[in-house]
């Protein structure tokens, strides 16, 4: 079946630091990856988007690679900041309406 | 200023009632979708809606209805049949796939409703 895997254990790094997030994919073949941002007890904000063809994206203190190879995307936050501190989700999407998600990954960011 | 809004925030629910959550999007999105987001796991999709008087089961459809008679609105209705109904659920609208940036389907969310069994 389909799984999407994020390291289950929070993630604590120093203010200044980069973090960086993995998202493993097993049997399936995304046409894209996405990363979302969530807050506690809020809904999902959606911050970048890797293509299948496409190695690595950047956006600001963001960055994401993307091994079809490998079947994982790392996602980096570089000069992390303590409001960085959120859960991160993988998302992968074959090009349809079907989105599947990740359980995400706690990080916090201590000053 | 454009988004969705679920209401309410905090719903309790006695066994046996049915409870209707509601969104509504003003993002001129065809596509709604809900998902169910419980501790430790990834959002499930329980329906989505590609276009107004349309809608598909999602992964865990079971338990629950939704309707979509309006563009702007896509409620969900969790009846008395799910077993296990206390979780978060977030709603979600996009453009058509191929509409979005570059073609990809990307999802805003609403703030959330979590519901409680009392």
């Known amino acids: 079946s389909q799984k999407i895997e994020q390291n289950s254990e929070a993630l604590n790094i120093q203010e200044g630091k980069t973090a960086t997030l993995t998202c493993n994919y097993t049997n399936y073949s995304p046409a894209y990856l996405q990363w979302y941002r969530q807050d506690p007890g809020r809904g999902p904000v959606f911050l970048l988007l890797?293509?299948?063809?496409?190695k690595e994206k950047r956006k600001e203190r963001l960055k994401v690679t993307f091994d079809t190879t490998l079947k994982q995307s790392l996602f980096h936050i570089t000069a992390s900041q303590p409001a960085d501190s959120a859960t991160y989700l993988c998302?992968?999407?074959?090009?349809?309406?079907?989105?599947?998600f990740g359980a995400g990954t706690r990080l916090f960011v201590k000053a | 200023d454009g988004g969705i809004t679920q209401s309410p925030k905090y719903l309790f629910r006695k066994e046996g009632q049915n409870v209707t959550l509601s969104c509504e999007q003003n993002l001129n999105h065809d596509a709604m979708y809900w998902y169910r987001q419980d501790p430790g796991q990834g959002l499930r999709l329980i329906y989505y809606s590609q276009i107004v008087n349309d809608f598909q089961k999602g992964d865990i459809a079971e338990g629950y209805s939704v309707s979509r008679e309006k563009k702007e609105s896509f409620p969900l209705t969790v009846t008395s049949a799910q077993k296990n109904p206390t979780a978060f659920y977030l709603c979600a609208s996009s453009l058509r796939p191929g509409q979005g940036p570059g073609g990809a389907n990307v999802l805003t969310f609403g703030a959330g409703s979590r519901l409680t069994v009392l």
């Open positions: 998302a992968l999407n074959t090009g349809g309406f079907k989105t599947i």
């Open positions: 890797i293509r299948e063809n496409e």
